[in-house]
């Protein structure tokens, strides 16, 4: 199925970014080779994921941590499916660390060994969709939407690329037997760097002294980031992939309940609405607002 007025193409259900995903790559995905000690982020779109990848450069490249090396994230942690650098995956050193917005149910295989690792994070959908609609109409391969409305219908109808946030969280919840998996929330993340630094570490099994524990949360705030070439994305939003004009970043705010400055009362009810149907039987813990405990 294709639509050449959209920004997505569809396989086998999902939507994928037209402009940065090859059909080649989506059809071989489920028989990609797996080593057992890969390890794969894997988010719906907006959801904290570049974050992540920041996190587990500085925890598993000491010279990422220690500044004397200037890599990329991306190119030390490249997305499964938007494979930009064109990297060729089968010759990165283990352990390969891989970013990836797939459902659960196109992953390679080898997944299911239950020894590669999987870190899905998650973020309350009213800011995802508020991070996603100033993202859409940033990017110049997205399509742009002109009032926040629209956007919401698309996203409550999974009319975009990563199709419906629903289907994307529950899939990977209910079959979450079936991998080696850990949820994280961004929230979390947000409330308590430090902890979620050392609940990835433990993961992981890695240990870290208390100064490269401390050198990993100072590299990993929002506003480090944000200053740090190697992790906002800039070069790669505006250089590469192209910007409707000159003033988004990718590294937007990174806050916990945005969506509060933009739903309406009205669009607030609704999502919450359809939110509650579509969620009931998953226990998963949701954050709206920053000072919730
Ligand atoms: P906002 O648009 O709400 O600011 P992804 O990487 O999955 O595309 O997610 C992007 C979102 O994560 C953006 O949200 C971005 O600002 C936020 N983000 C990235 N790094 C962050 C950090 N260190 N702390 C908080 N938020 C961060």
């Known amino acids: 199925m294709d639509n050449k007025d959209e920004d997505i193409f569809k396989f086998k259900g999902y939507n994928f970014l037209r402009a940065l995903v090859s059909m080649d790559i989506v059809k071989n995905m489920e ?3 797996i080593r057992d000690d890969d390890i794969f982020i894997v988010t719906y779109p907006k959801s904290g994921t570049t974050w992540t990848q920041q996190i587990l450069c500085l925890i598993c490249f000491e010279s990422h941590r220690n500044g004397t090396e200037n890599i ?4 030390r942690i490249p997305s499964f499916e938007y494979n930009i650098h064109k990297l060729d995956y089968a ?5 390969r660390i891989f970013t990836s917005h797939i459902p659960y149910y196109l992953v390679p295989k080898g997944l299911k060994d239950k020894k590669a690792k999987i870190i899905y994070v998650y973020r309350n959908p009213k800011d995802v969709l508020i991070s996603f609609f ?3 109409n940033l990017m110049v391969v997205l399509k742009a939407s002109d009032t926040l409305e629209n956007f919401m219908q698309r996203f409550l109808n999974g009319n975009l690329v990563g199709s419906l946030w ?3 969280i529950r899939g990977w919840y209910e079959h979450r037997h079936d991998f080696n998996i850990m949820f994280m929330s961004f ?4 409330k308590d760097l430090r902890s979620s630094v050392l609940k990835i570490c433990s993961f992981l099994e890695k240990e870290l002294s208390e100064e490269d524990m401390d050198a990993v949360v100072r590299q990993a705030t929002f506003e480090k980031m944000k200053a740090d070439p190697r992790a906002n994305n800039e070069h790669i939003i505006k250089d590469e992939l192209g910007t409707r004009n000159n003033t988004g970043a990718f590294l937007r705010k990174g ?3 945005d969506w509060k400055h933009y739903l309406t009362v009205d669009q607030s009810e609704r999502f919450d609405k359809i939110f509650h149907m579509n969620m009931k039987n998953i226990p998963l813990k949701f954050i709206w607002n920053i ?3």
């Open 134 to 136: 100033h993202f859409s």
């Open 187 to 190: 929230e979390d993340m947000k």
């Open 72 to 75: 990329a994230t991306i190119d």
């Open 255 to 257: 806050i916990v309940g």
């Open 91 to 95: 010759k990165m050193p283990s352990p």
């Open 291 to 293: 000072n919730e405990k």
């Open 166 to 168: 629903f289907d994307h």
């Open 31 to 33: 028989d990609y080779e």
